[in-house]
């Protein structure tokens, strides 16, 4: 039985990445061969070195919402409300509220000077419904970076950039898929030139992806649901790759867990709450290009199963060693 500790590590704190390089394409990159079983220190501007010829790489294509939102009830008290998940009327989230037990039914929270109002419809279940529909454009207005909890500090301007992939198209999720973060234009534009393949899916992450696994035995731990969607062209696209022999690079876990949940399930768009663990077969898969994952999640034990437990202990002993930058404004590893 695997059990949580299994995916444990000591990380020292200082190397929690807290701001983002301003050369994205900066970022350290450790290369992970799992049949050489060899290691390899490089940076991300030289990832053309590593990947296989003509790959396929998938990205996830999900914007973060300016989801944290600072208001006032009408008695003049501060609250937040942390947007998760638009619902389908266009008016409503599901949210986070802070002070929830201060919050009553039906109270109003005004917003961007009263021209948005949230009045809180269902307590118990924390929805929120805003006077309009469609606040996006409030939302890049008065909206702040959803920063993940190990971030020790405020939201900035820059991070309105840097938290963002520069690819970023479809607006929903509340954590960036930060294993794009690197990515430049021009490093996208080169690979493009050099033969590789680059195609687009979208899983909007929520914020669900930060909670802890409570199980000791990690097979009895219930994923959270995420959506998302594949064009019909792009799977095809994708599809024709992998028939042709050329390798598909999963651009985070989350376009992993996307092509991995169609394998399985043939559904081009839903919602999915796969748990890819030791154990768990690729069907999909062939590279995995990722950041460093907190110890205890489910991001780590979906790497463990892809590079298999001793040699991912090994890489993240050698990154810690190395003092490689770790989470979301961290440094890369590519596993082939």
Known sequence: MMTLEDFDYHLPEALIAQY????????????????????????????????????????NDSKVIHARLLGK????????????KKLADGCSYETLLRPLRRLKAHEQIVLDGGKLVATIADREKKIVRFNKKNIGRQLEKIGHIPLPPYIKRPDR????????????????????????????????????????????????????????????????????????????????????????????????????????????SGQLKGSTDIFIYPGVPFRMVDGLLTNFHLPLSTLLMLVYAFGTKELMARAYAEAIKEKYRFFSYGDAMLIL
Not at 73 to 84: D, K, M, P, Q, T
Not at 165 to 186: D, E, I, M, Q, R
């Open 20 to 59: 983002p390089l301003r050369r994205r394409e900066q970022a350290r990159l450790m290369v992970v061969d799992r049949k050489k079983k060899t290691i390899v220190h490089s940076r991300f501007s030289n990832i053309q070195a590593y990947l296989p010829e003509r790959s396929c790489l998938v990205l």
């Open 157 to 264: 301007a820059e991070d309105r950039k840097y938290y963002q992939t520069v690819y970023a198209k479809n607006a929903g999720s509340v954590a960036s898929p930060t294993a794009g973060l690197h990515f430049t234009p021009g490093i996208l534009k080169r690979l493009r030139k050099s033969g590789h393949r680059i195609e687009k899916v979208t899983l909007h992450i929520n914020y669900a992806t930060f909670k802890p696994v409570e199980e000791n035995d990690i097979t009895r731990h219930r994923m959270h649901a995420e959506d998302y969607a594949v064009a019909p062209r792009v799977f095809q696209a994708i599809k024709k790759a992998k028939a042709n022999g050329q390798k598909i690079v999963a651009v985070g876990t989350t376009s992993c867990r996307v092509l991995e949940s169609i394998a399985a």
């Open 73 to 84: 009830r009408v008695s003049g008290g501060e609250v937040e409300i942390f947007l998760l």
